[in-house]
């Protein structure tokens, strides 16, 4: 592991031979005499010693995932950039002709809801210092709009500061090379710099592949109500690059290939969903749901290797060398790991794979929940526990649950996790931390930012002297995972002739122990009006008396012959996070039984 910089790209070496034994200026024999053929023999051999010595062509499908190290090398990102960005009222057919406000108002879900398109308006976008746009940077000069905005992100468009994907126009510029700009407020991130110190220290992870960030100090310009207006300040935000075709190619990787942004995906077939474009029922909708297409739109090869891993007499080991490459998914996990990122086992990252090859890579991609367990202990919100913490976190997924059952890829990781847990050892991490605050808290403590920080000054110091500590906790964590029986799934009771029906999957073992279950059915997420109570089950089946009508709680918790206990999958979500392990129901006045279904 390097402290700075990625290793080069791998290059094909050709080693000079020194030529020996030639004797400059000898006569020419005639054809034919003794001498002449040993002079041949010797020039022949002399011939041979001239060959270049090449390396082998290496095979596609083998190869190792490479950042661009050069492209660090161009801009300075360690400071702040101002941008300055004039809002307008476009037209109808660009979907344009919207306010700032409504922009602002709407989240990803009312557009949902509403059955349109989220709404845009146009914009000029100018990069400059606090005291205005400069020259030769974009947009200086310019008084027509060469961009476009609107909101971004999933559940982050519901706060009350959004998040902004700013596209340029074609033939209108571009920023570092970059046409997309999205910008990332990170709300109820407390320290603000999470994402861009991720970022940051995968620039040194040989394994990985980043992406570019900056920290940007934006204003806003609204004209979509009048025609005039003053630039208001709207606090910090960090620029991350976008991943598309655009970046795969700046990053060194194949923009030909496919590229898909998951949005929530578990490695399972899908049949219903997950299809070819050409199939008369694809449905580009239920599509995207499971993944966004970023690349190459052909799904072939993506169906092709969920159908192999979905076979669980495929070999996962052959798996792995046809269709994955373990170092990748193994730093990958290593780092998210490291860092305490959970929110990673079905969704927040990239799945890529080069046009010619059939080999897949993950992509890192959105970082601001890592190193957080100290702050929601500050702010009382419980996340990112349980199993969700360590490498019980992956195991409802079906590629990481067959990696993580296969003796060599552990192995990768363990490596991976031990040369990881030296890079991102203390000194490191409080540099880089010292280094942020002295950006974000130029902001963060005016306002706008701090109406929204969620975080007081005093924590605020407390959560960033504590990232150390979380990772080296986060470290001595992740070999005791494999101690544990594996979560797993509650299934929705049922009634049968008055007989309530309580049903689970089964937990797995690492050292393939005894598992027994502790059964728990309560009118209260609390467990204090406990119905029904079981210990040391068996199957996983019981049986309970029917209570009747009303929300009923069912827990469910494996513990296997040496007697470490695992929660199920399940959870309840309430004002303060998660109840893990409980599965809410209902049985209706007919006997018919509904699960309560969470939706973000």
């Not at 270049?52 to 090398?73: C, F, G, M, Q, W």
Request: hydrophobic share 35%; aromatic share 12%; with cysteine.
């Amino acid at each position: 592991m390097k402290d700075k910089d990625l290793i080069p790209r791998r290059r094909v070496l050709g080693l000079g031979v020194a030529l020996a034994g030639l004797c400059a200026g000898c006569a020419v024999l005639p054809a034919g005499s003794t001498e002449g053929a040993a002079g041949s023999q010797a020039a022949a051999g002399n011939k041979a010693a001239d060959k270049v010595e090449k390396a082998p062509l290496e095979d596609i499908n083998s190869v190792h995932l490479r950042d661009n190290p050069e492209l660090y090398t161009v801009y300075d990102d360690s400071g702040v950039v101002t941008m300055y960005l004039t809002v307008s009222r476009g037209n109808d057919s660009e979907n344009t002709n919207h306010s700032w406000a409504e922009i602002n108002h709407y989240s990803v879900y009312d557009y949902e809801a509403m059955g349109v398109p989220r709404y845009q308006v146009n914009a000029l976008l100018q990069v400059g210092d606090e005291n205005g746009p400069l020259p030769g940077e974009l947009g200086y000069a310019v008084e027509a709009p060469n961009a476009t905005v609107q909101i971004r992100g999933q559940t982050s468009s519901r706060n009350d500061q959004k998040n902004y994907k700013i596209k340029l126009k074609k033939n209108k510029g571009s920023w570092r090379g970059q046409r997309t700009i999205a910008l990332n407020k990170h709300m109820s991130e407390g320290l603000r710099f999470r994402n861009k110190m991720a970022y940051d220290l995968i620039k040194g992870i040989d394994q990985m592949m980043g992406l570019r960030t900056q920290f940007v100090h934006l204003y806003v310009k609204d004209l979509t109500n009048s025609s005039s207006g003053v630039f208001e300040d709207y606090g910090l935000y960090t620029q991350v690059e976008q991943l598309n075709k655009t970046a795969l190619k700046a990053h060194g990787l194949d923009s030909t290939g496919q590229l898909y942004k998951v949005n929530f995906f578990e490695f399972y077939r899908y049949e219903d969903a997950i299809k070819l474009t050409t199939d008369p029922t694809f449905d580009q909708a239920k599509f995207d749901s499971y993944l966004e297409t970023k690349g190459n739109s052909d799904h072939s090869k993506l169906i092709e290797m969920l159908e192999k891993l979905n076979d669980e007499s495929q070999p996962m080991e052959k798996l792995l060398e046809t269709y994955f490459d373990a170092e990748n998914i193994a730093y990958w996990m290593a780092f998210q790991l490291l860092t305490g990122n959970a929110d990673t086992q079905s969704r927040n990252v990239y799945l890529y794979s080069p046009q010619n090859s059939s080999t897949w890579y993950l992509l890192d991609w959105d970082n601001d929940d890592m190193l957080c367990r100290k702050e929601r202990e500050l702010v009382r919100f419980t996340d990112a526990e349980s199993w969700e913490w360590g490498i019980s976190n992956y195991w409802c997924n079906v590629l990481f649950r067959r990696c993580l059952q296969t003796a060599s890829y552990r192995e990768v990781l363990d490596t991976a996790v031990q040369e990881l847990h030296e890079y991102l050892n203390a000194d490191r991490i409080e540099e880089m931390t010292a280094h942020y605050r002295t950006i974000t808290e130029q902001y963060i403590w005016q306002m706008p930012d701090m109406e929204h920080l969620p975080l007081t000054r005093t924590q605020y110091n407390t959560v960033a002297q504590a990232l150390p500590e979380e990772i080296e906790e986060n470290y001595q964590q992740y070999p005791e995972g494999y101690y544990y029986p594996m979560p797993f799934y509650i299934g929705t009771p049922s009634l049968q002739n008055g007989v309530l029906q309580l049903n689970w999957d089964p937990s797995y073992d690492f050292d393939a122990e005894g598992i027994t279950y502790t059964v728990e059915l309560a009118r209260d997420y609390q467990f204090r009006q406990v119905l029904y109570r079981q210990e040391h089950v068996v199957l996983p089946v019981a049986q309970a008396e029917s209570p009747g009508a009303g929300q009923y709680f069912i827990r469910v918790r494996a513990t296997n012959a040496s007697g470490y206990t695992q929660d199920a999958f399940d959870y309840y979500v309430i004002d303060t996070g998660k109840v893990y392990g409980v599965k809410c129901f209902y049985i209706q006045p007919d006997g018919t039984v509904v699960e309560d279904i969470y939706e973000e």
